[in-house]
């Protein structure tokens, strides 16, 4: 590092002082607490992101956003050039840089790691590092922090493409590394086009069962909502009308949006009673998830949640079903590849009745420990990998290597039988692809998908919600003192440490018909999580109780 670099990076920490006794961590999903602490955490993630830029020579995203967090809350995470989550490898980078004491100690440690990744600084070299966040009203000041950051490695670029979704940034960040437009127009034509595309290809007879349905949408009080109202513009043949907007005076994900309405399976604020029966769906505070439910009786605020898992089962069975069309070798003249290798990604959180429905399609089910970045790596093994956390956080990953050969499939196709039910398949599976973000989950893009299933299938929400019966359910936290005291192993379904806890839980467990439960440390929020299944509501609310007074009493607050 030259003189030059040295002096900007020493003036530039300064103004970005880090507060006293806090020690922050790169988590499931970034950087994420109060946002008042915040502003040195983002302006150092602004240098590494242009670091990775350099290390990289392609764009880098820096997304300023706290999900599904309360409002006061804010964060910061990185997209790698694939549009996917900053590799897992620099992520122990990322801890130090965001708790290195000063700027002395912060300039040691980029000296070190920019030595050890052989990235070289100067006048010569050029980064560029795209930045986006989303409504929460501290988003313009950490957004300042962040461009500074980027902006005290030389030859760095940073470029605001202002109020986005997560999944919109990722998008961004990976159509600009394959040459691609990127503006926020190409992504929502992208989506509508290959919507339409879906919609053109069902048959006339089922798209009549449900054409006069309409959609309501939660918005969170949140991006996505502001998102879809555009969207909603380029879309036909589909009613969306938008709750939770943000512009009522509701507050962001108080009370709303998906992970609300999937936790506590009750409607979201902003719902009356008239939406009985209607199907409605939650976006989160930055829209990368989703998750379906209806009402169940005007009288109650009691849903009919369809989660993640059975968004992950609704795609699995359409995806199969084409697969299947394509493999049928009609005409002698064509050759087809039966061995497509389609598999599908969970997390200890997707419901064990999910996991039985999938196996029983005859589907390999693999499992990973929670937080995307996870799900997305293991999904990257398939031919066609589908993921979903039962929060609502998935896609559908294709790999390039499987599109090439549909590319040649569907032109095959074209020349000897066009407009089969074999092309149609093709040409369905190629929609699919492109409405479905390939750079992390979307729940825009996942939303519009799985509207053209429901169509393609003439399925009603109720019919779909009945594809299995969920084993009951229920999820609680559990303040402690010290979250990271829980080690867990075995994609998170058993505790090491502290010892003794998972003894106890197994116990607990053991007392209830197809009961499971276990814990973790969120790794968003200061908490321990609890999570429990078993064959009644009772008995899933009494072993989640259970178990959550036992990591009180082996690690809280003793309050319990
Ligand atoms: C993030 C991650 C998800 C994860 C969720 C909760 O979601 O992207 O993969 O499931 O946090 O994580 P934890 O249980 O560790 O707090 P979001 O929507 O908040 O970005």
Redesign the pocket.
Known sequence: MDEEQRKILLESVSRFPRPQGVKLSY???GF?ADASILSSTVFRVGILSALRSLKTQSVIGLMI?????QVSDNGV?VADPSGGMLTQEWEPFADALANAVDAEDLIRLITDFAKKENISFGADQSAQVLLGRDTRPSGESLLHAAKQGVNSIVGSVAIDMGVLT?PQLHWMVRSRNKGMKVSELDYFEQLSNSFGCLIDLIPQETMLQLMDDKLIVDGANGVGAEKLEELKKLLKGLVIQIHNSGKEGGVLNDRVG??YVQKEKIVPCGFGPNVVGIRCASL???A??LVYFHLLSESSNKIDLVDGDKILSLFTLFIREQLSILNKNESENINYDQSVRLGVVQ?A?ANGASTDFLKQLGLEVAFTP????Y?HEKAADYDIGIYF?A?G?GTILFSEHFLCWLEAKNSELASVSKGSEQQKAALRLLAVSKLINQAV?DALSGLLLVEAILRHMGMSIQKWSEIYQDLPSRQLKVKVADRTAVITTNAETVVVKPSGLQEVIDAETAKYARGRSFI??????D?I?VYAEASTQEAADELAKSVALHVDRFLGFGSS
């Open positions: 988590g499931t999903a994420r956003t706290a999900s599904h967090n995470k997560t998906a992970d989160d505070g930055d990368d998830r997390t959180y929670t937080g995307v970045k799900l956390e929060n956080h989950g973790r440390p969120s790794g968003t929020e908490v999580r």
